[in-house]
């Protein structure tokens, strides 16, 4: 599956080669920082209930995302990385509905690069089946649970 995995946004004008290859080397190094400031910031920081340092986190997720949604598809693993990398932030400032749009974004492609009874396709439902019940539709809440 690593076709589907690493997949490129289909252009009038494909990336070169060598675009795909810096992306790649880009979204490797922004997940390596990403990491770096999480723990730097958790360790700094002396409130845990502050959100600061979760805008700051979250603003490197949509600037990387941005960025890498130039050439990468959104089933792309290092797009899906950092958006359930955002998602992980906004559940931790308590953006209920900014955490439900990146889990949307990223159920689709999981189910797809994983087998169905995946941990990580089921712990995505769960949250999600969280979200929708916290955010008052029991609806799609008791499905995504059901899945």
């Known amino acids: ?40 910031k958790y360790i700094l920081c002396l409130n845990p ?7 700051e986190l979250l603003e490197i997720c949509e600037l990387s995302l941005d960025k890498m949604g130039a050439v990468f598809e959104e089933s792309n693993v290092y797009m899906l990385h950092m958006m359930y990398q955002a ?14 749009r990146y889990g949307q974004k ?4 999981y189910s797809k690069h994983y087998p169905s009874y995946s941990l990580n396709v089921a712990s995505m439902w769960l949250k999600l089946g969280r979200l929708y019940m916290a955010l008052e539709n029991r609806p799609a809440g008791v499905k995504a649970l059901k899945r």
């Open 49 to 55: 209930d502050s959100t600061g340092f979760g805008v």
């Open 1 to 40: 599956q690593d076709k589907e995995k690493l997949e490129i946004r289909k252009l009038n004008d494909p990336p070169s080669a060598e675009t795909v290859r810096d992306m790649i080397k880009y979204a490797r190094n922004v997940i390596e920082e990403f990491r770096r400031a999480k723990h730097y």
């Open 106 to 109: 990223i159920i689709r492609p």
């Open 87 to 100: 998602m992980g932030v906004c559940l931790y400032v308590q953006d209920w509905e900014g955490a439900l």
